[in-house]
């Protein structure tokens, strides 16, 4: 089970070694958005503030990179029931909780949870995690986010970018 991060301890989280993980598939328009997120934070964040990884649609082969980490955030699209362009945080039980909760998923959803279940019979969940989701307009061939998703880019970045910060203790 993780154990929380400290509020106050500043010097353990910035020894933290933070993976942000993209999934989704770029060819399938909204549900791509993940691995877009990832793929700015790489170029807007500072050297060695994260591991980032285009995790596609990849699921298991991605327990290695989990098994290392002491914080992870998660960027996927998300069914949230909401305004497409929604976006959405979940942090650690509440990450948990989401992808817990009987509602329709998608497959890198599916995939995720049975990630974490594995990282828990190896006792490796990172303690700290976060799930951020946006809800996607349109799930089908194209590359292009749909407008609604891509007005609500710049600000799912700026959310990721802050917890990330906030786990480095910047």
Known sequence: MAV?????????????NVLMLGMGNVLLSDDGVGI????????????????FIDGGTLSFSLLGFIETADAMLVADAAELGEAPGTVCVFEDEAMDRFLASPRRRSVHEVGLCDLLDMARLLD????????????PC?????????????AAFDAAAARAGSVLRNWRGQ
Request: net charge positive.
């Open 36 to 51: 877009k997120l990832v793929e700015r934070l790489r170029t807007e964040t500072a050297i060695g503030a994260a591991t």
């Open 138 to 150: 349109t799930i089908a061939w194209g590359e292009a986010l749909s407008p609604a998703v891509a």
């Open 4 to 16: 929380p991060v400290a509020q106050d301890d500043r010097k353990d989280r910035a020894a933290a």
């Open 124 to 135: 490796c969940v990172p303690r700290r995690r976060a799930l951020l989701c946006i809800q």
